[in-house]
């Protein structure tokens, strides 16, 4: 019983999150079907090649990989990995989001700061976000205070990697958006669906966030109402 009332005081304190990741990812969906009507003089893997190459970075490689919306930037493999439709499709939404990936290479290659506090914070948050849940119903249901605290360090180190993330994906979409005028893949004009389809994806990263800052509160009250108790 009080791990089901755990979890549903959780869903009520992340409410507010839930919601906007909900209207986020209806925006995504929609804004992205709009910009797939509207036709790019190149596809998104040969608008990804250009930016890459304009920006000396010839030696990252590109590629499809299956399954929609999985694009992404290995930065250990120095590979920009892109779903078929956006790999194939010569369409606003694709060469948008693979401008947006492209975006991620360059601040490899230039050493962006947040992007390498990003990446360095990969391994905490990565074990952060397994074991602190675990630690703090063990505390919980043990009673004993310092089990519960260090699961909600840990948690904060889930919590900094998204707040660090933010920064790295807003400059990722400005990059794409300024190298694809700049380059003249698209005028000022298509820039408008681009901007609405990365508008929608970076809601979506501020959804994303606000829901580990709420699960951290919740954590941190409950740990003071255990305390008091």
């Not at 693979?98 to 948050?125: F, I, K, T, W």
């Amino acid at each position: 019983m009080h791990g089901m009332f755990f979890s549903f005081e959780l869903m009520l304190w992340i409410a507010p999150a839930l919601l906007l990741g909900l209207w986020a990812q209806w925006r995504v969906k929609s804004t992205y079907a709009a910009a797939q009507q509207m036709p790019a003089p190149l596809s998104g893997a040969a608008a990804a090649r250009h930016i890459l190459d304009s920006g000396g970075l010839h030696n990252v490689e590109i590629e499809q990989i299956p399954g929609q919306l999985t694009d992404h930037y290995d930065p250990r493999a120095k590979v920009l990995r892109l779903s078929p439709e956006v790999y194939q499709g010569r369409n606003l939404a694709a060469v948008g989001i693979a401008a947006h990936e492209s975006g991620h290479a360059l601040q490899d290659a230039q050493s962006y700061a947040a992007l390498v506090v990003r990446n360095a914070a990969v391994p905490m948050a990565s074990f952060g976000s397994g074991i602190s849940y675990i630690l703090i119903l063990a505390g919980l249901f043990l009673q004993v205070g310092a089990l519960l605290w260090v699961g909600i360090a840990l948690f904060g180190g889930v919590v900094f990697f998204q707040l660090v993330n933010l920064p790295v994906e807003f400059n990722a979409s400005s990059r794409a958006k300024a190298q694809l005028v700049n380059l003249g893949i698209i005028n000022n004009e298509e820039l408008h669906y681009v901007d609405k389809v990365l508008d929608a994806a970076a809601w979506t990263y501020v959804a994303g966030t606000l829901q580990t800052v709420l699960t951290l509160l919740y954590y941190i009250s409950l740990a003071n109402r255990s305390s008091r108790d």
